[in-house]
């Protein structure tokens, strides 16, 4: 097998794609990949502010990596989650790498805004990842907003992607299928939300990452090990290895033919929130209705 560009040794074969090709030429086709799935979903030009959510994984500084190099104004995010040695560990690498790239990285300290996750957990009886994403959401918006940026950028990719899809289709989470497009616009408070990397699998995304040099922390979070989006993604994994190219079709055909149907019947009424001003359901949004329990449980 040749690289399909050039005729050197391949870094990959991408059965999905049918591609085989080398570093250089790899890279390259990465980042190209990148900004046509940028404009395909019209999710920012390069007259908006970013802010990319960097967690030191190798998804959320690649994406950061390749927005600054194809010339968008991109800062970062990282949120500490006061997760013990992993969460100092993940900001280490996150502040080196904004460092290197000579790029703006706002930090946040979970712990002093409300309380670590560990905690959080104890606390309130909640999944650490349900409670995480919960103040993760709200910090990325509620950040955004305060700095001047009118984009949020995660690094999820297909897998993340399918993954979610297939847990929210099992479970008929209609709330959440009306939302789970790769660009969710401004909207009541909302800056607007962007996933570039929807089209990559997570093998594309890691080898993009290593092959750039780039220092990501390796080691997984300690409270995703029972995460569940882990066991749909191996079953994915599973039907990907005997039907190439599920994945991509499972994911691209939702969004052409169903996600209009469930967006219709995706409807909000949101008012700002009482305590903090942010987009809220109800009189308090979810997260000041979380440090009332906090401080309830502490007194």
């Known amino acids: 097998m040749k690289c399909r560009i050039c005729g050197k040794k391949p870094v990959i074969y991408m059965p999905h794609h049918r591609l085989a090709l080398c570093k250089e030429d790899f890279i390259s086709w990465f980042e190209r990949y990148t900004d046509r799935t940028i404009k395909e979903f ?76 560990p905690q959080l957990e104890r606390l309130t009886s909640r999944e650490a990842c ?56 401004e909207e009541e408070g909302f800056v607007k939300k962007a996933k570039p ?36 993604k191996e079953i994915l994994n599973s039907i990907e290895e005997k039907f190439p190219g599920t994945k991509m079709r499972f994911y691209l055909e939702y969004l052409r033919k169903m996600y209009p149907r469930f967006r219709e019947e995706e409807e909000r009424t949101l008012q700002p929130c009482k305590v903090c001003g942010e987009p809220s359901p109800s009189e308090i949004c979810p997260v000041c209705r979380l440090k009332e329990r906090i401080a309830a449980k502490r007194t």
């Open 197 to 232: 990397f929807c089209k990559f699998s997570e093998k594309e995304t890691a080898l993009y990452a290593l092959l750039n040099g780039i220092d990501f922390i390796e080691e997984e979070c300690p409270f995703s090990e029972d995460a569940s989006s882990i066991f749909y």
């Open 42 to 117: 019209s999710m920012f030009s390069p007259e908006d502010r970013i802010l990319v959510a960097v967690s030191g994984g190798k998804d959320s500084l690649a994406l950061w990596h390749v927005l600054r190099k194809l010339g968008y104004e991109a800062d970062g995010f990282y949120l500490h989650l006061g997760i013990g040695g992993y969460s100092e560990r993940s900001r280490n690498k996150v502040e080196s790498f904004a460092k290197n790239l000579g790029a703006k990285v706002i930090v946040v300290d979970l712990r002093e805004e409300i309380a670590d996750i």
């Open 130 to 185: 349900s409670v995480c994403g919960l103040v993760k959401r709200y910090n990325f918006n509620r950040v955004a907003k305060e700095h001047g940026y009118n984009v949020v950028v995660t690094g999820h990719n297909l897998d993340d992607e399918a993954s979610s899809l297939l847990a929210n289709v099992i479970n008929w989470n209609i709330k959440y299928l009306g939302r789970k497009f790769p660009v969710l616009e």
